[in-house]
């Protein structure tokens, strides 16, 4: 491996539209007296984008519609010097689009129109070769399969949103994560992974495990929350620089946790997404 790492992202690509909302609404509740922005998103992109702000070389593999909300959705990416070449635009569907409502808390409620990500099938994928491959589960599940069964390097796998997974991918995978939710939805499952399972718990920090077994814990730094959207695909681009990195796994996690609370405190995904040197750390 070369001195800056190279990542390959199979996922998703949004435009999300983000009301702030006084509180977040309950089943039958209208909230009023919002604002609304629009933010380029996805959990592909975001994660695509957060690797490359944190040190990496990035590839994201993707699938928009061929309209102004890709424009839109692929702007911070293409800026920051992410590899899209092998993005595709497909003509017969529209952009992903992500509503969400963000509480003053920080606190969100995220629903998703996948649109075009769902274009992405495995015969249209076409890897290139990088150091890690990371995908998640916004498009769909045999895309994330070809992929995982085509590559050889570091595969991380991050199982958002909480779907059925094949068992093969969990054996493949080499580095898993998932929230505290996810974790509970997937239950005895991952067992069948013998490699790095972390576990995030959101301001609680987060745990990496082995075989079952807590091999390093670490609680983030304190910040003042402004938008939580996002913070989970920093720490998984993170962690995945930081083991290409070779930093030993616990400082890895710290360097996850860093990169994710820093994330939190500013409005939207990408825009929020930190830069290396905003990281006070010796990495």
């Given amino acids: 491996m070369s001195n800056t790492p190279s990542i390959v992202v199979v996922g998703s690509v949004n435009l999300d539209l983000v009301a702030s909302v006084p509180h977040l609404p309950v089943a039958g509740e209208t909230v009023t007296g919002a604002t609304l922005a ?12 957060a690797a490359r702000r944190l040190g990496a070389d990035v590839c994201l593999c993707a699938c928009t519609g061929r309209d102004t909300a890709a424009d839109e959705a692929l702007a911070l990416l293409r800026n920051d010097g992410v590899d899209l070449s092998h993005c595709l635009a497909d003509t017969e569907s529209a952009t992903g689009i ?27 994928l076409d890897l290139p070769d990088a150091d890690a ?16 069964a085509d590559f050889s390097g570091l595969f991380c796998v991050n199982l958002a949103p909480a779907t059925v997974v094949p068992a093969n991918v969990l054996r493949r995978a080499d580095v898993i994560v998932m929230n505290e939710t996810e974790s509970e939805f997937i239950g005895d499952a991952i067992d069948v992974c ?21 091999i390093a814990e670490v609680r983030p730094p304190k910040v003042d929350v402004v938008d939580a959207t996002g913070a989970g695909d920093t720490f998984t681009a993170a962690l995945t620089v930081g083991l290409l ?3 030993p796994p ?3 996690l710290e360097f996850a946790c ?10 939207g995904a990408q825009p929020a997404l930190p830069w290396r040197t905003e990281l006070n750390q010796d990495n």
């Fill in 38 to 49: 629009r933010y380029p998103g996805g959990k592909g992109a975001n994660q695509a984008l």
């Fill in 98 to 124: 992500a509503l969400i409502a963000v509480a003053p808390d920080g606190d969100n409620q995220i629903v998703v129109a996948p649109g075009a990500n769902r274009r992405l099938t495995p015969e249209r």
């Fill in 133 to 148: 491959l990371i995908c998640q589960l916004e498009v769909p599940i045999e895309t994330v399969a070809a992929a995982a």
């Fill in 194 to 214: 013998d490699n790095l399972v972390a576990i995030t718990y959101g301001a609680r920090g987060a745990v990496l495990r082995r075989r079952g077994e807590t």
């Fill in 245 to 247: 990195e070779d930093m």
């Fill in 250 to 252: 616990a400082k890895a």
């Fill in 258 to 267: 860093a990169a994710a609370a820093l994330a939190t405190t500013r409005p």
